[in-house]
């Protein structure tokens, strides 16, 4: 399933795909909105996910 973030400027809500999530969001710290171009700081929880998302699909390192 897809992920929503809504910008915190404009309040347009920003669909994330789940591979996305998987691949960038826990290396990342901002996205940018796809309609005012302002980068979002991307929540903690997300990160979080992000980061069980992606030892889901390759295992923890270590
Ligand atoms: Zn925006």
Redesign the pocket.
């Known amino acids: 399933m897809d992920y929503l973030m809504f ?1 915190d ?4 809500p920003k669909p994330i795909e789940e591979h996305i999530m998987r691949e960038y969001f826990w290396i990342a710290s901002h996205v940018y ?1 796809s ?4 980068a ?1 700081v991307i929540p903690d929880e997300l990160q979080s996910l992000a980061l069980e998302m992606r030892d889901d699909r390759y295992g923890s390192k270590d």
């Open positions: 910008c400027y404009c309040g347009m909105c309609h005012c171009e302002i979002n």
